[in-house]
């Protein structure tokens, strides 16, 4: 019964670890999106691509920071 559960919590933390290597990709990939759809829409070409391109870099490496002291934290936990 211990070993099916402990099974559970290594799967969890896998699933933890795996979702940080997607948060920066995706912050980017959000910052180029609405850059770009701003860029069209307001003519701005290409400052708004510019502009939310570093913020979605600026996010992503702060969420993959949070993310990875998260994980700090539960391992000194366990």
């Known amino acids: 019964m211990v070993d099916q559960k402990q099974k559970r919590v290594n799967y969890r933390k896998l699933a933890?670890?795996?979702?940080?290597?997607?948060m920066l990709p995706?912050?980017?990939?959000?910052?180029?999106f609405f850059g770009y759809g701003l860029?069209?829409?307001?003519?701005?070409?290409p400052w708004m691509l510019l502009i939310?391109?570093?913020l979605g870099m600026v996010?992503?490496?702060?969420?993959?920071i949070r993310g990875l002291?998260?994980?700090k934290?539960?391992?000194n936990d366990s």
């Open 16 to 22: 933890a670890l795996s979702s940080l290597g997607l």
């Open 26 to 32: 995706s912050s980017i990939a959000v910052g180029l």
């Open 39 to 45: 860029d069209k829409l307001l003519g701005t070409h």
């Open 52 to 54: 939310f391109l570093i």
């Open 59 to 64: 996010s992503g490496v702060y969420s993959l």
């Open 69 to 71: 002291n998260r994980y």
């Open 73 to 75: 934290d539960d391992q």
